[in-house]
């Protein structure tokens, strides 16, 4: 082969190799960073602090040691899990947490809303949820699919806001349980499927989060029945789960927080909304630092380090642990250690009945 050749071929190889590097998708498209500043991974919180937005699904006959072995590596006192069912299961979850790790787990009941509004079907659903709380539940979670999916005896929608659910809010309040409630979901998942969408990724590789205005409701009509529900039932507690889905408009949420002094909020699966406006989000929990709980809603060990690492450091630009939920990067919001430590412990051990406090400094 002349060397004429062999140079053309050379040339062919690296014009299709670059041309192969070029043609990337956005999904492939995650470069390293060149940034050298100070900082690093933070893998354990600078205080013992409680998940109020954990899950263990199995709990009823879970083993639990692997699961605190994780909760000590990272500091965690307790975790709050929210999916405790209800009846039969939650009495052995209780049950499985007394006799092998009292003290660092509670658990909080939920509801079936499907048929709401059967002859009889109110009376039976506060009756167990009084007798849910007898067996050890200290608060009641409620899924999404309420607003979203559940129907009413006549195979409507049921509204977050229905008259007929209102002994069950009242309930609560009575029992001095909070409500720790998913209401709809991120509004991007609503707007427009486009290249302006923040949540573009997401909903490319997760498409059936995508909504629409009749998919089920607007995403307005379903945080306004949430409110609408927190503003009627003053005298119970309710923790808006993922900060309301208002933690990309901060002057919205002070707003709404202003209006409901029963409403608090936790900051689950929302950190990288906190993490790109650390100036605003500082100010933010200073302010409200005594309605801020900490939460992480899916049980994934190794990302509890981002979450500390934004609330606790000044370090600037460092990675988030998922590109699809957010392509930029994080900042710390350096909050002092007193809200740090009603962030993490005091705010939860205020609202939620049955926690053992003797672990957590005062």
Same mark, same amino acid.
């Given at each position: 082969?002349?060397?004429?050749?062999?140079?053309?071929?050379?040339?062919?190889?690296?014009?299709?190799?670059?041309?192969?590097?070029?043609?990337?998708?956005?999904?492939?498209?995650?470069?390293?960073?060149?940034?050298?500043?100070?900082?690093?991974?933070?893998?354990?919180?600078?205080?013992?602090?409680?998940?109020?937005?954990?899950?263990?699904?199995?709990?009823?006959?879970?083993?639990?040691?692997?699961?605190?072995?994780?909760?000590?590596?990272?500091?965690?006192?307790?975790?709050?899990?929210?999916? %405790?069912?209800?009846?039969?299961?939650?009495?052995?979850?209780?049950?499985?947490?007394?006799?092998?790790?009292?003290?660092?787990?509670?658990?909080?009941?939920?509801?079936?809303?499907? %048929?709401? %509004?059967?002859? %009889?079907?109110?009376?039976?659903?506060?009756?167990?949820?009084?007798?849910?709380?007898?067996?050890?539940?200290?608060?009641?979670?409620?899924?999404?699919?309420?607003?979203?999916?559940?129907?009413? $005896?006549?195979?409507?929608?049921?509204?977050?806001?229905?008259?007929?659910?209102?002994?069950?809010?009242?309930?609560?309040?009575?029992?001095?349980?909070?409500?720790?409630?998913? $209401? $709809?979901?991120?509004?991007?998942?609503?707007?427009?499927?486009?290249?302006?969408?923040?949540?573009?990724?997401?909903?490319?590789?997760?498409?059936?989060?995508?909504?629409? =205005?009749?998919?089920?409701?607007?995403?307005?009509?379903?945080?306004?029945?949430?409110?609408?529900?927190?503003?009627?039932?003053?005298?119970?507690?309710?923790?808006?789960?993922?900060?309301?889905?208002? =933690?990309?408009?901060?002057?919205?949420?002070?707003?709404?927080?202003?209006?409901?002094?029963?409403?608090?909020?936790?900051?689950?699966?929302?950190?990288?909304?906190?993490?790109?406006?650390?100036?605003?989000?500082? $100010?933010?929990?200073?302010?409200?630092?005594?309605?801020?709980?900490?939460?992480?809603?899916?049980?994934?060990?190794?990302?509890?380090?981002?979450?500390?690492?934004?609330?606790?450091?000044?370090?600037?630009?460092?990675?988030?642990?998922?590109?699809?939920?957010?392509?930029?990067?994080?900042?710390?919001?350096?909050?002092?250690?007193?809200?740090?430590?009603?962030?993490?412990?005091?705010?939860?051990?205020?609202?939620?009945?049955?926690?053992?406090?003797?672990?957590?400094?005062?």
């Amino acid at each position: 082969m002349t060397r004429t050749k062999i140079y053309l071929l050379a040339l062919v190889c690296f014009s299709t190799y670059s041309l192969k590097s070029q043609d990337l998708s956005f999904e492939e498209y995650n470069p390293k960073s060149t940034l050298v500043v100070p900082g690093k991974t933070i893998t354990k919180a600078k205080f013992p602090f409680i998940d109020i937005h954990g899950h263990q699904y199995n709990m009823p006959a879970q083993n639990l040691a692997p699961v605190i072995a994780a909760m000590d590596t990272l500091n965690m006192q307790i975790m709050v899990n929210l999916s %405790g069912r209800t009846g039969d299961d939650l009495i052995k979850s209780v049950a499985n947490i007394n006799k092998n790790f009292p003290g660092r787990f509670v658990v909080f009941c939920n509801i079936n809303f499907e %048929g709401a %509004g059967k002859p %009889g079907w109110i009376e039976a659903t506060v009756k167990q949820l009084e007798q849910d709380v007898k067996n050890g539940a200290v608060g009641l979670k409620v899924y999404k699919s309420l607003g979203l999916s559940n129907k009413d $005896a006549d195979g409507k929608r049921l509204a977050i806001d229905d008259p007929r659910l209102d002994p069950i809010w009242a309930k609560c309040g009575e029992l001095k349980i909070p409500v720790l409630i998913h $209401a $709809a979901d991120p509004k991007p998942f609503w707007d427009e499927f486009n290249g302006d969408n923040e949540r573009w990724l997401e909903l490319k590789t997760h498409p059936r989060r995508k909504r629409s =205005a009749t998919d089920p409701a607007p995403f307005e009509q379903i945080i306004t029945e949430e409110h609408n529900m927190f503003r009627k039932h003053k005298n119970t507690t309710f923790v808006n789960a993922h900060m309301g889905w208002y =933690a990309n408009d901060l002057g919205k949420l002070a707003q709404l927080l202003d209006e409901m002094p029963n409403m608090q909020v936790e900051i689950g699966a929302i950190i990288a909304e906190l993490g790109r406006q650390p100036r605003f989000a500082k $100010a933010f929990f200073i302010k409200y630092q005594d309605r801020i709980h900490f939460g992480k809603d899916s049980w994934q060990p190794d990302e509890f380090c981002t979450y500390f690492r934004v609330l606790e450091s000044a370090d600037e630009y460092f990675p988030y642990h998922k590109k699809y939920h957010a392509f930029w990067p994080m900042y710390g919001l350096d909050l002092p250690d007193e809200v740090l430590k009603k962030v993490y412990y005091k705010n939860t051990l205020r609202i939620v009945p049955g926690l053992d406090k003797s672990k957590f400094p005062k």
